[in-house]
């Protein structure tokens, strides 16, 4: 079955701060790649999604995630994060096809002044 | 503009209360609609996909005359939570997607509350 790994469960970072979120999948065919955003209180909001091409995807925010096929990662980056980034980011993979996602658990990004 | 509209988002009653939560595409027809369980501090897990017009595919371990899935329109999935006991208590979220190349439609999600 596939799973997704994501490494930081709690991530605590200043104001200004470079950012990099782990992702890894398991699944040996072709992918699709999203990482999705959990504001407090709000719902599930699409960052930034591969599905093929260039592997260094950017994404709203100033978000940006690199797909290296060799590592099985999608990693979530930011280089200069601000207060508002405060909240839950999800990495989440599907087969191609009309399958569902699959989540990882998630990382919490407190961002502090 | 919100493309998966949910509700209720908030729901707290009794238990051995039936709970129906509905899931609405607004945007575009939607064949297959997925619903998805978070608890809290975890990733979302998921429970089902529903399927327009025909019986939804359940995920191990999710028991299906308990968590009753219809999808009798192409904008419309309801889940049932039957008998709910204070266990079911969880955020219950639905998601589509326009065709397989699309992204996922999240709903705002429904916190259930059985006391």
């Known amino acids: 079955a596939q799973s997704v790994s994501q490494h930081n469960h709690h991530v605590i970072l200043s104001e200004a701060a470079s950012l990099e979120l782990g992702c890894n999948y398991s699944?040996?065919?072709?992918?699709?790649l999203f990482w999705y955003v959990q504001y407090p209180g709000q719902h599930l909001q699409l960052l930034l999604k591969y599905f093929s091409g260039d592997p260094l995807v950017k994404g709203i925010k100033g978000f940006e995630a690199e797909f290296i096929k060799s590592k099985f990662s999608f990693n979530l980056r930011k280089p200069s994060v601000q207060w508002s980034d405060t909240a839950e980011y999800f990495c989440?993979?599907?087969?191609?096809?009309?399958?569902?996602?699959?989540f990882g658990k998630g990382t919490r990004l407190s961002v502090i002044a | 503009g919100a493309v998966v509209s949910q509700h209720p988002s908030w729901v707290i009653c009794k238990s051995g209360t039936s709970v129906k939560i509905e899931c609405r595409s607004l945007d575009f027809q939607a064949t297959t609609m997925f619903w998805y369980r978070q608890f809290p501090k975890q990733s979302l897990m998921l429970m089902a996909t529903s399927n327009e017009g025909s019986k939804a595919t359940y995920e191990q371990g999710v028991e299906k005359d308990k968590f009753l899935i219809n999808h009798a329109s192409l904008t419309l999935s309801t889940l049932t939570v039957t008998s709910a006991h204070p266990e079911d208590s969880s955020f219950y979220i639905c998601?589509?997607?326009?065709?397989?190349?699309?992204?996922?439609?999240f709903g705002d999600g429904t916190r259930l509350s059985i006391l």
């Open positions: 699944y040996g065919g072709t992918v699709n």
């Open positions: 998601s589509t997607r326009e065709t397989s190349n699309q992204p996922q439609h």
């Open positions: 989440a993979v599907t087969p191609s096809g009309n399958t569902p996602l699959v």
